[in-house]
């Protein structure tokens, strides 16, 4: 792929690394590249990060046509840069796309768009720890049209954020309402898909749970209300008996990244690991009895992330005395330890840009 370079006339003054938070800055250049039907996609551009115009009539702007993904650069304590499971990332939006009904980005000119942005702006991969290059691609209908139709053009666009923790709190515990009114997705729906809609649907929990004093909101399943899907920002596992439950890829659940590394993981070390339908009364009764040992969330952006307590129906279950457990240490360790470089990547999941 030919990608063309505009240069920016003045770079931007870096953040305090130390204060990045989650999606708060840019790096000074994005990748952009268009789509249209018959030619196939055109202009793969490397060029400074600004405003993209739209026609008011754009067909995402009305009927949400658009997929997204999340990945992200480390820097390595010997000054290299790597990239985890990238493949994954493109084969997803590949999945994403067609659910959508959208032109799909091969997974070579995907990782090439990836490599060659990450590769211009590789000042902007953070070194304090706990930091790294938070990469989001997504692609858009960009066809003026306002009937509700497939696209014949699309827009694909990587920007970089360099973040810290994506919870205020870090790693310390966070609250998480379990949500039994809306729901995020059904069987036949998006749910799978890397979509805004996905999210945009959401929000409504969040907000509730905000108000329960809660960081996230834990979906059930959309037909009956009773067995525990996803968080908000991640997939979620449940340390039971000394087994771990988490909802299994069936089409309402996105199938996580970090989520399939972890599982990998933890079957190497000899879990047993259930992904199977775990009831929200199951699991709360599992609290009360003190059988439920931890509960973490799975996500490029919450990393592992322990869960603290539960809120269900006006109920509050608190897990590890709202510490962080014991297997949600040593899994953060040992997966950030491959991230960054820092632990024998066994696995072969990282790729140096
Ligand atoms: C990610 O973990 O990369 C995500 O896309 C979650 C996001 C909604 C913050």
């Known amino acids: 792929m030919d990608i063309k370079f505009i240069k ?19 790096a000074d250049y994005m990748f952009t590249m268009d789509y249209d039907e018959g030619i196939g996609w055109h202009d793969a551009t490397i060029r ?9 009539a754009t067909v995402v702007l009305h009927y949400a046509q658009e997929t997204f993904e999340g990945l992200k650069a480390y820097r390595r304590a010997d000054g290299q840069i790597q990239l985890f499971r990238p493949e994954m990332n493109a084969r997803r939006m590949i999945n994403s796309n067609e659910r959508l009904c959208m032109a799909t980005i091969p997974e070579d000119m995907f990782i090439e768009a990836v490599n060659a942005l990450v590769k211009a702006e590789e000042d902007w991969v953070p070194s304090e720890p706990e930091t790294s290059l938070y990469i989001r691609p ?23 954020s360099p973040v810290g923790a994506y919870y205020a709190e870090g790693l310390a515990p966070v609250k998480i309402m379990v949500e039994d ?60 008996d000394g087994e771990i ?22 079957r190497d070390w000899g879990y047993k690991v259930n992904e199977t339908h775990l009831s929200v009364d199951d699991l709360m009764q599992a609290g009360r009895d003190g059988r439920l040992e931890e ?29 962080i457990g014991e297997l949600t240490q040593k899994l953060y360790d040992y997966l950030t330890g ?13 790729r140096l840009v």
């Open 295 to 323: 509960v973490y969330g799975t996500g490029t952006a919450a990393v592992i992330s322990p869960v603290g307590a539960l809120v269900y129906k006006g109920e509050e279950i608190t897990i590890n005395n709202f510490q």
């Open 181 to 240: 009114e809306y729901v995020r997705a059904v069987q036949g729906g998006t749910g799978f898909t890397k979509c805004g809609g996905n999210y945009a649907g959401s929000i409504i929990g969040q907000v509730k749970a905000e108000k329960y004093g809660c960081s996230q909101v834990l979906w059930l399943d959309g037909r009956e209300r009773k067995y525990v899907e996803e968080v908000g920002a991640m997939n979620i596992m449940f340390k039971i």
């Open 48 to 56: 400074p990060y600004g405003p993209i115009e739209m026609n008011p």
């Open 245 to 266: 439950y988490t909802a299994p890829i069936e089409g309402t659940v996105l199938p996580g990244v970090t989520r399939d590394s972890i599982i990998h993981i933890l």
């Open 338 to 350: 491959i991230q960054w470089g820092k632990v024998e990547d066994k696995y072969g999941w990282t």
């Open 138 to 160: 997504f692609a858009f209908a960009c066809e003026s049209s306002l009937g509700v139709h497939k696209s014949k053009a699309y827009k694909f666009v990587i920007i970089l």
């Open 8 to 26: 920016r006339e003045e770079l931007q003054e870096k953040p305090d690394q130390k204060k990045l938070g989650f999606g708060k800055y840019f």
